[in-house]
């Protein structure tokens, strides 16, 4: 994660400016780079040790939100494609991937089930069925459950890239908002194909199937392990020369064509690779969950990760990163914002949540210089807040804020809040199109002048300088 | 090198392109000029195919291009900047010379994740070309220029950072549309000289738009002037200048009630070269009937 875009070929204008002298600052982040991932690592320890399996659930969530939203970042953030449809592509490595992982057991039940609808050469698609018939016994007990599961994601995963190829098609011809609706559309036919007759000897219709393996879904290590990879392939990918022409499709379409980039192949290749790693996500999410069914896969799920992007920053791998841990902590450990309380607690949580919003406001007010300190973006949420909590507290005798009230679907309502006052305070998400780097950190930047630059600047620029009186600038002309 | 043979093109009702034929030589500085709406800018976008010509060839080298995508012209060695700027806005001025060199990339996008020794060999030879290409600039997009996004440049610097991203291509022909547009004439006149360089040193061949007459007098081998969408004349500048097909398309004819004064203004632009732009809808458009 401490790759700069300029480090990658050694840049011959590196002596100047703030220029980083190359060997210390790259062992300097190396050791960085590494202290982090220990830490990390101590986390994970800890928390795979700890004595809370909630915890254990939420970090393995994380993980698996992630790869799905940082995915989804390559299309939407990185190539600048509004795609919808990310769900769509979750559901059928989800399935695939359940379908294949099945233990022997589970199917022999299902299979004795009036009520299954899956037809006999779907439960014969098992992996471990396969590994058998290649004389692999030994990756076919409990404990080889990885390799199996490895097996079978990696299908789900190609499966998902197939139909992102098939999706990136319509992007060919379509922009903005039509691509945009044609993605979400895919995504609901897909889950209405999966519950039709047709596909439900392979997906059992709405009841779809219980009894998934969740060794992998729920371990902390595997999920992270995952994730890694994912963030890797991402990361690299967008530092590289295709990143970077994704980037361009993004900027300027017609641009990156007149500058001889296939605009067509990397539109489908982006969509071939996100649907590859969302189509794993959806193989690991149906492990979390221990079943695969259709209500996993609604479009609400891809809503939870375009709030991640945006509250993270739109193409950021590490702000979208962020922006996930932030949905997941809200999602599950919003629990008691759902509970009943009397009115007056309410209005003081209010109150302190406007209180806290209004601080932000001020603190980013005076970070970006911005006059008055006080806008109305500080006042009007400051006093309503004050308002609130100073009601909440000393009405408490009040009879009226005796009433109770419970709190329902206050984590959604929490969520697109924290979305609404990002979206206000900082539209382009936390971190912007900036990544978490250790130079941006201890705020080395390249792209300011050192002093004998900044002269040498101010010389070319100013017509005074550099001997010319006056500068006449001729309006743009017009051509049609 | 470039031959166009017979190009027609309309939009809808409007002829926008009739039976257009020029070639270009190798190593040639070639201007097209003429009064607004007059089809240049349609030509660039049929040479670099935006649009399809309804008729007619465009040859390139031997090959047509008629009928490939814009992508592919590119592959093929024609290049072009865009007259309303359309740079890689939020990206690095670095970034924005590099990507004009994906398409010569032979590496899969495999091989560019794990970083093998081929695709790392390729980047750095990217880096090279694109540190050549803005040194036509002199030190103006260098140092910590490189690392700045495009967004925060001057209109100037934006123009060049167009100009050396379409070198950047590795294409032989440029297309230059008004590559001077909002330039002062101190900034003009560094563009011609770089022009000319590029022509020289870089082994260019140029076709370019522009409207400021002095650049084109400058440094054109030879001027097409294009009217209603037909070449009106071809040749060196003085010749074309005081054609009076062309002085009549630029200035209306002498019957035409304009006003002696501002007419001999305008020649006198025309001809010298000096600063004042040929009006060409403010003055022309009204008269021409």
Redesign the interface.
């Known amino acids: 994660m401490s790759a700069r875009?300029?480090d990658?070929?050694?840049?011959?204008?590196g002596a100047?400016?703030?220029r980083p002298h190359y060997l210390a600052h790259r062992v300097r982040n190396s050791l960085l780079t590494l202290g982090g991932l220990a830490v990390l690592l101590v986390v994970l320890l800890l928390v795979d040790g700890g004595a809370s399996v909630k915890l254990k659930q939420v970090f393995a969530l994380f993980a698996i939100w992630g790869i799905a939203t940082v995915s989804l970042n390559l299309v939407n953030g990185v190539t600048g494609i509004l795609s919808l449809g990310h769900h769509g592509f979750m559901l059928i490595g989800g399935y695939v991937t359940g379908l294949l992982v099945l233990p022997t057991a589970t199917r022999d039940n299902l299979a004795r089930s009036a009520r299954s609808e899956l037809s006999d050469f779907a439960m014969g698609l098992s992996v471990e069925n396969w590994f058998r018939a290649l004389g692999l016994d030994s990756l076919t007990t409990p404990e080889t459950l990885w390799a199996r599961f490895l097996v079978a994601v990696l299908i789900g995963g190609l499966m998902a890239a197939l139909f992102g190829v098939v999706v990136g098609f319509p992007s060919l011809r379509l922009r903005g908002d039509y691509l945009a609706i044609v993605t979400f559309a895919f995504g609901e036919a897909i889950r209405l194909l999966a519950s039709t007759p047709l596909m439900s000897s392979f997906t059992n219709g709405a009841l779809g199937f219980a009894g998934v393996p969740s060794d992998i879904g729920k371990s902390v290590w595997w999920t992270f392990g995952f994730l890694a990879v994912t963030v890797f392939?991402m990361a690299?990918?967008k530092y590289?020369?295709?990143g970077?022409?994704l980037?361009?499709i993004r900027?300027?379409e017609?641009?990156?064509?007149?500058?001889?980039?296939?605009?067509a192949y990397h539109k489908v290749?982006a969509f071939a690779?996100s649907a590859f790693f969302a189509g794993v996500a959806g193989g690991l999410w149906v492990s979390w969950v221990g079943t695969a069914r259709l209500d996993l896969f609604l479009f609400f799920l891809t809503f939870y990760f375009l709030v991640a992007i945006s509250v993270g920053g739109t193409g950021s791998i590490t702000g979208v990163l962020l922006g996930t841990a932030l949905v997941v902590w809200v999602r599950q450990y919003g629990d008691p914002l759902e509970q009943t309380y009397a009115l007056s607690t309410w209005a003081v949580a209010a109150g302190l949540v406007l209180l806290a919003v209004a601080a932000l406001a001020f603190f980013l007010r005076r970070v970006r210089r911005i006059k008055p300190d006080l806008g109305p973006v500080v006042y009007v949420p400051g006093a309503l807040g004050l308002v609130a909590a100073l009601v909440g507290l000393l009405g408490q005798g009040m009879p009226a804020l005796q009433a109770t009230w419970q709190g329902f679907g206050m984590r959604a309502i929490t969520l697109a809040l924290l979305l609404i006052t990002i979206m206000i305070l900082r539209p382009v998400g936390i971190m912007g199109?900036r990544e978490f780097t250790w130079a941006w950190l201890f705020r080395e930047?390249?792209?300011?002048?050192?002093e004998e630059?900044r002269a040498?600047?101010a010389w070319?620029?100013n017509?005074a300088l550099?001997g010319?009186a006056g500068?006449?600038?001729?309006?743009?002309?017009?051509?049609? | 090198m470039l031959r166009l043979a017979g190009v027609n093109k309309s939009f809808g009702g409007l002829q926008a392109i009739t039976d257009l034929s020029f070639e270009l030589a190798e190593g040639e500085i070639v201007s097209v000029i003429g009064p607004?709406?007059a089809g240049?800018?349609t030509v660039f976008n049929l040479i670099?195919g935006?649009y399809t010509p309804d008729s007619g060839d465009i040859l390139f080298e031997g090959g047509s291009l008629k009928g490939l995508?814009?992508?592919a012209i590119?592959?093929r060695g024609v290049?072009?900047t865009?007259?309303n700027l359309?740079?890689?806005?939020?990206?690095?001025v670095?970034?924005n010379v590099?990507?004009?060199?994906?398409?010569?990339?032979r590496?899969t996008?495999v091989s560019?994740?794990?970083?093998t020794s081929g695709?790392?060999a390729?980047?750095?030879r990217?880096?090279?070309v694109a540190?050549e290409k803005l040194s036509f600039f002199?030190?103006?997009l260098?140092?910590?220029?490189?690392?700045?996004?495009v967004e925060v440049l001057?209109y100037a610097n934006r123009r060049r950072t167009e100009m050396a991203?379409?070198m950047a291509?590795g294409a032989k022909l440029l297309l230059l549309d008004?590559p001077s547009?909002?330039?002062?004439?101190?900034e003009t006149r560094e563009i011609t000289e770089i022009i000319r360089r590029m022509r020289d040193e870089g082994g260019y061949t140029i076709l370019l738009?522009e409207?400021k007459m002095n650049l084109v007098k400058d440094i054109s081998d030879r001027v097409i002037v294009l009217d209603y969408g037909r070449k009106l004349a071809e040749g060196a500048y003085a010749d074309v200048v005081n054609d009076p097909a062309v002085i009549e398309a630029y200035l209306g004819k002498r019957s035409d009630k304009t006003s002696a004064v501002a007419r001999a203004r305008a020649a006198d632009g025309l001809v010298a070269g000096s600063s004042v732009?040929v009006p060409?809808?403010a003055a022309g458009g009204e008269e021409r009937s």
């Open positions: 875009p300029g990658a070929g050694g840049n011959g204008a100047r400016g703030y392939v690299r990918l590289s020369s295709y970077r022409a980037q361009g900027e300027d017609i641009a990156s064509e007149a500058m001889g980039v296939n605009t290749l690779i199109r930047r390249l792209d300011e002048p050192t630059e040498q600047d070319l620029s017509p550099s010319r500068a006449e600038r001729e309006d743009d002309e017009v051509d049609a | 607004n709406g240049k800018t670099t935006v995508r814009p992508n590119v592959d290049a072009r865009f007259q359309r740079l890689f806005t939020n990206l690095t670095l970034e590099l990507i004009p060199q994906h398409h010569k990339l590496s996008w560019s994740v794990f970083r695709y790392l390729q980047e750095r990217m880096h090279e540190l002199g030190p103006r260098m140092g910590f220029r490189l690392h700045q996004s001057s991203r379409a291509t008004e547009a909002g330039m002062n004439p101190k738009v409207h732009d060409g809808s």
